[in-house]
């Protein structure tokens, strides 16, 4: 048998498992062995049951002095309990529902517990308690130890996948190990059979954590590896050599109301640098909501047309390409530029002669990208398609650069003679560990400065019982002529049917019509009162923003569709309904939609009996402004996978929490670069070469 072949091969694992398994990824024995415990219940303390205490978790180790199933008939269960003695005293374990449980344990054998110690009737208990019979010449598997705890689906339990493992562990001979024997030395990592034994059965906390930094820095290594590669490649190819403009820049800024924040004019000038050089920038420009980024982009792209040269500006959305292109109009209009729009169902064009926007039919814009009558191209993924084809492609922009996938930026350049220039740009701040990891590839732009005369919004947790004083306060606003938007976070309450999160089962989820139907006819039914969500058609969408933007609609319900870049000045309120769903990243996006304007705003959180854990997550909303910061307690409190979902980045859980790892990255970071200084081929390490190009396809930062 080989490590690579199909788990139904393996001692105790029959055809039903083997679909089981599938839910949890897990086709081979090896994909067995990589599927790593999520966490371990520490039952190595084996206590004597006279000092055993109430409310403690331990292991009891004794003889079975009896075991019985009896019948409870109002509650319709089985209740199995049995009476242990260590020899001095004894203890009662019992199990519900599971009456099968009296054919596997029997009288006077040896056996472990481990779980709570409770006192009932007189009598120290354990309810339902790990169990484990056992011979005292073998290692005990799910007592008296570390006990692995895994990922679990219906039919196949923590305890069942311990028994399999154990059956695949002589596999482990099978892995490769493919790190150089001078970085295992120099950075004290134990081989990969090792830690593969030692991850799932480790006999203390240090052994589960050596094997734990081993397993996670060959990730990291190899994660370097490709980025490093790739960057050293894109420096490798042509690019246009844009120089940088600044008596044409310097003219658009003095047509603008307001001047560059330092962070704005710092970002722009790393720009024109990296524009100016014969291969391709790849930069990311980061920055809080409203700290303006667009602006950075629009000189950028402006800057590139004068020297002759398009740019393709893409958004994530059509409400945002939309507001990107009447935004590049009313920045860039009297400086002789062309400017499109082409979107599934919006085609507009800035004509700068005649100074005006006319909508021709899609083949027109088409053919005028494709003869680069058009210097600067807003768009969707509309901008991908077969038929577009830019002539003379300078410079590509991304906003929310992580919305978009490999392919899709590929297929942006494709056709063109150079390599364009890639800006990036994100307003979901990322912690500097994580940009070090995931985004090694690009030089990062700060702009971690607010406009000046921008007033702090107001952020406050609403509690249920003063729901009444929040609506009457937003009446009040809306009777100044101000604006509101409330986020919900789905569009019918139907489907609640397919929650997996347990803890949102038993609250109420606010769902948009259900929510739109409240506040128009029995909250606010003198006020205008409009709902937006993303399974409306996008002429529709786009007309609700229009009328909203212009002060047609009082309130506008919706879905996180309005998350990202949504520009309305005149809106001073956010109020978020069911706000544990979201995490404090996106909120403070949502919060980013208000104070755009001149008037104080306010962000409303509310939560319908919040646990203590989502209620001090929220509390953080209240007294931190600054999205670099929230970034970093979101990744304290829920982790990388926030970032950039544990599911589409084809990491393993177990690499991916190495992420706020800043040594283990610093360490991998500096090994890759010195392996590729020796050998930017990896001649001489395949084993390497073959895993980094199997990594190239399924790992992605999107």
């Known amino acids: 048998m080989n490590i690579s072949d199909p788990i139904q091969n393996l001692k105790g694992v029959n055809s039903k498992i083997t679909k089981q398994l599938e839910h949890l990824n897990v086709r081979t024995i090896r994909d067995l062995l990589f599927n790593f415990p999520r966490r371990y219940d520490d039952f190595s303390v084996i206590t004597k049951i006279k000092n055993?205490?109430?409310?403690?978790?331990?292991?009891?180790?004794?003889?079975?002095?009896?075991?019985?199933?009896?019948?409870?008939?109002?509650?319709?269960?089985?209740?199995?309990?049995?009476?242990?003695?260590?020899?001095?005293?004894?203890?009662?374990?019992?199990?519900?529902?599971?009456?099968?449980?009296?054919k596997n344990i029997h009288k006077d054998q040896a056996i472990n517990i481990a779980g709570k110690v409770g006192f009932q009737q007189k009598s120290l208990v354990m309810q339902n308690p790990a169990y484990e019979v056992f011979n005292f010449e073998k290692d005990t598997t799910h007592t008296g130890r570390l006990v692995p705890v895994y990922a679990e689906t219906r039919g196949i339990t923590s305890r069942w996948i311990r028994l399999l493992v154990k059956n695949a562990l002589p596999f482990s001979s099978q892995v490769e190990d493919i790190l150089p024997k001078e970085i295992k030395e120099k950075r004290r990592l134990i081989n990969a059979k090792e830690a593969i034994e030692k991850i799932h059965f480790p006999k203390n906390r240090s052994e589960q954590a050596e094997a734990k930094k081993r397993i996670s820095y060959e990730e990291l290594f190899l994660i370097q590896l490709v980025i490093l590669n790739a960057k050293k490649q894109l420096e490798s190819l042509g690019a246009p050599a844009i120089k940088p403009d600044i008596e044409f820049t310097k003219k658009i800024l003095k047509t603008l109301p307001f001047e560059l924040t330092d962070a704005q004019k710092k970002a722009l000038w790393q720009v024109f640098k990296d524009v100016e050089k014969g291969y391709p920038m790849n930069r990311l420009v980061e920055g809080d909501v409203g700290s303006g980024k667009t602006l950075v982009a629009l000189l950028s792209a402006a800057n590139a047309a004068k020297n002759g040269w398009q740019s393709a500006f893409m958004a994530p959305t059509e409400i945002l390409a939309i507001q990107h292109f009447y935004e590049a109009v009313k920045v860039l209009g009297d400086f002789n530029l062309n400017i499109a729009l082409l979107t599934a169902s919006a085609q507009k064009v800035y004509e700068p002669e005649l100074k005006e926007i006319y909508s021709p039919k899609k083949n027109e814009i088409i053919k005028m990208i494709n003869s680069k009558k058009a210097d600067i191209v807003i768009g969707t993924h509309s901008l991908i398609q077969d038929k577009v084809g830019f002539k003379k492609l300078g410079l590509v922009i991304l906003d929310e650069q992580h919305r978009f996938g490999v392919d899709q930026r590929a297929a942006l350049i494709r056709g063109s003679a150079s390599v364009p220039h890639l800006l990036s740009m994100t307003a979901t701040p990322i912690p500097r560990t994580l940009a070090m990891t995931a985004y090694g590839d690009l030089d990062i732009s700060l702009i971690d400065e607010m406009p000046k005369n921008r007033k702090k919004i107001i952020t406050k947790v609403v509690p249920s019982e003063k729901r009444k004083d929040a609506y009457a306060f937003i009446e009040s606003e809306v009777k100044k002529d101000r604006q509101v938007f409330v986020v919900c976070p789905k569009i019918e309450n139907k489907d609640d049917a397919d929650l997996t999160d347990r803890q949102f089962n038993t609250q109420e989820i606010k769902a948009v019509k259900d929510e739109y139907e409240k506040l128009s006819k029995k909250i606010f039914p003198h006020l205008r009162v409009a709902m937006l969500h993303g399974k409306m058609k996008p002429k529709e969408k786009e007309k609700i923003m229009k009328e909203f933007k212009g002060k047609e609609h009082d309130i506008l319900v919706s879905t996180s569709v309005v998350e990202v870049g949504v520009d309305v000045p005149n809106a001073t309120i956010m109020m978020i309904e069911g706000a544990e769903r979201f995490g404090l990243a996106q909120m403070h996006q949502f919060r980013g939609r208000v104070g755009r304007g001149e008037h104080q705003s306010y962000c409303f959180l509310f939560s319908e009996s919040p646990s203590e854990v989502s209620l001090e997550r929220l509390k953080i909303m209240e007294k931190c402004e600054s999205g670099f910061e929230l970034a970093e307690y979101d990744l304290k409190l829920r982790g990388p996978g926030d970032f950039f979902g544990k599911n589409q980045s084809g990491i393993p859980d177990i690499a991916m929490e190495a992420l706020i790892n800043p040594r283990l990255i610093s360490e991998a970071q500096e090994d890759a670069k010195e392996i590729l200084e020796k050998d930017p081929s990896l001649s001489k390490y395949p084993k390497i070469f073959d895993r980094i190009s199997k990594m190239r396809k399924e790992v992605h930062f999107e």
């Open 52 to 102: 055993a205490k109430i409310g403690e978790t331990c292991t009891i180790s004794g003889i079975i002095l009896s075991i019985e199933n009896t019948r409870a008939f109002r509650k319709r269960m089985t209740i199995t309990s049995a009476t242990i003695s260590d020899g001095e005293r004894t203890i009662k374990a019992i199990w519900y529902n599971q009456p099968f449980l009296i």
